[in-house]
């Protein structure tokens, strides 16, 4: 592995310390027929390994893959070929910047598609995902969330109430509560506890059984028995047939609704958009937006919220001075900490390690050329490792991101280009206000003062024991 190292300075001052670098440039992108091929080397092990590794240990066998073959390197996977993974924030931005056409997504190829239904702007592609996703768009504006934060802010403060002094728990469960709660308000509407034997009710236990579902170890062959099919069968039909009788009937109830009655959520706002063409969306079409959305945005802001907290109560001086700045620090001073904690949490335990696209030309790596139809997978995990990038990479240092921006290429937890997460906005809403009454109200210590390592569930890496703290104060 070639990563060239910034220079340190000697001093033990922090405030010293380079925290942030860059990485030499490296050519990348589309190339025609005339530039010969030239694959990166590939992981030395049978692909029944590799993908057995992959599976059960994603992140010691990516960085293990990246020390012992380099920093372009193809992976082995059974039945497949290989994945490339990219580590260099310029092979990164040679799949996010290209033509859409070029560069499609291969969560079109995703084991969630039959879940997702087929208009899920999460599995389409091509001009399909293009129109689903201007459609989408609005309601998930920054502006647009500002307008949720109060709604927010209410689940958190109800969730963070029965939190008690000496009570041990595994937070990723709690964040899943507060995660449910605010799309339950935000999606759906909802708010609070809805009555017994209302649509809405259906509609949240409905929700809660999917989620409940996809989160057991079992799930997996369920999703295995379903790849390839863009309509559920089986065990997964049955349940998908059950779910969509509530969130299709909360949907025609709410569409004949008038307009002016139907309230400022995304099922609203969905009932109301209409295409280029003048074509409003279907109801079909609504209920997979509003799965997709709910299965993209729980599992991953609850868990990175998990991790969050796992760091915090791991490392006293970032803790400390999460708490200071939002305890006795101006307003300027708390945002700035809270969202460098955020930042340095996504950037070193990303629920997401990376983000593929397959590649419909070849494509220049630096030194390598993949031919067409190559998976290339740009390694967020990875590249948010690189010592160059971020000197002393594997420590827990929110201070880099103090008051910095970080970089579109070499920070990419929410992926990028006309693919990154429509969610973005929502999920660093919720996280801020989370974090920042957490700071604010409560005293977390690590149960064990062993890090958490990972585990793999669907798509996200998410804490082993679901980010486990010990309630030690509440102010
Ligand atoms: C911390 C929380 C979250 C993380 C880390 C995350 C991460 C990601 C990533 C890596 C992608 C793929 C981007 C790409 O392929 O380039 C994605 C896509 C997506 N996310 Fe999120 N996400 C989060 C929360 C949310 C939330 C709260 C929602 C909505 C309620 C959401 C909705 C979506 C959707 C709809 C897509 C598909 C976008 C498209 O294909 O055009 N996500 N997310």
Redesign the pocket.
Same mark, same amino acid.
């Given at each position: 592995m070639s990563l060239a190292t910034l220079s340190r300075p000697a001093s033990d001052d922090a405030a010293a310390e380079v925290l942030l670098g860059i990485a030499p440039p490296s050519p990348a992108g589309p190339v025609g027929p005339e530039v010969p091929l030239n694959p990166p080397p590939r992981v030395d092990l049978p692909a029944a390994v590799s993908t057995a590794r992959f599976l059960r240990r994603q992140l010691p066998h990516l960085f293990h893959s990246w020390r012992t073959t380099g920093d372009t390197f193809a992976m082995p996977i059974l039945g497949r070929s290989p994945l490339v993974f990219v580590t260099h924030p310029d092979h990164a931005r040679s799949l !996010?910047t290209a033509p859409p056409e070029l560069v499609p997504?291969i969560?079109a190829e995703s084991p969630l598609r039959p879940i997702l239904g087929g208009s899920?702007?999460?599995t389409?592609n091509g001009p399909r995902?293009m129109r @689903?996703?201007r459609l #989408?768009l609005p309601p !998930?504006h920054g502006e647009s969330i500002a307008a949720y934060e109060a709604a927010i802010a209410r689940v958190v403060d109800e969730e963070l109430d029965r939190w008690a002094v000496g009570d041990t728990f595994a937070s990723s469960a709690r964040m899943q509560a507060v995660?449910l709660g605010v =799309?339950m308000a &935000? =999606?759906f509407g909802v708010e609070g506890e809805p009555a017994e034997g209302t649509p809405e009710r259906a509609l949240r236990d409905a929700t809660r059984s999917v989620l409940a579902h996809t989160e057991r170890p079992a799930w997996q062959l369920v999703e295995i028995m379903n790849t390839g099919s863009p309509e559920p069968r089986g065990i997964l039909k049955l349940v998908m047939d059950r779910v969509d009788t509530h969130y299709l009937r909360v949907i025609r109830e709410r569409r004949a609704l008038p307009e002016a009655e139907r309230g400022g959520d995304v099922l609203s706002l969905l009932l109301s958009v209409t295409d280029e063409d003048g074509q409003a969306l279907t109801d079909r079409e609504i209920r997979d $937006?509003l799965m997709?959305?709910?299965l993209?945005?729980?599992e991953?802001?609850a868990? @990175? #919220?998990a991790w969050a907290l796992e760091r915090l109560v791991r490392t006293p001086r970032a803790y400390d001075a999460l708490r200071d700045a939002v305890r006795g620090g101006t307003p300027e001073e708390a945002r700035r900490w809270v969202d460098a904690t955020i930042h340095e949490t996504?950037r070193v335990r990303?629920? =997401?390690m990376g983000?593929?696209?397959r590649v419909q030309s070849a494509w220049r790596l630096g030194e390598f050329v993949v031919p067409a139809n190559t998976v290339v997978v740009?390694g967020?995990v990875l590249i948010h490792h690189r010592e160059d990038l971020y000197p002393q990479p594997f420590a827990f240092r929110p201070e880099r991101f103090l008051g910095v921006k970080p970089g579109t290429y070499t920070w990419?937890? !929410?992926? &990028?280009?006309?693919?990154?997460?429509? &969610?973005?906005a929502?999920?660093?809403a $919720?996280?801020r206000i989370v974090l920042r009454r957490i700071a604010e109200r409560l005293d977390l210590a690590a149960p064990d003062p062993r890090p958490e390592r990972e585990q793999h569930r669907n798509v996200t890496m998410i804490p082993r024991e679901g980010g486990r703290v010990t309630v030690r104060a509440v102010r």
């Open positions: !996010f997504s969560t899920s702007v999460l389409a995902h @689903q996703r #989408l !998930f995660t =799309i &935000g =999606i $937006e997709t959305l709910v993209a945005g729980h991953t802001t868990n @990175q #919220l996504m990303p629920v =997401i983000t593929g696209r740009a967020a990419l937890p !929410f992926g &990028g280009g006309t693919r990154r997460c429509l &969610g973005a929502l999920a660093m $919720e996280q």
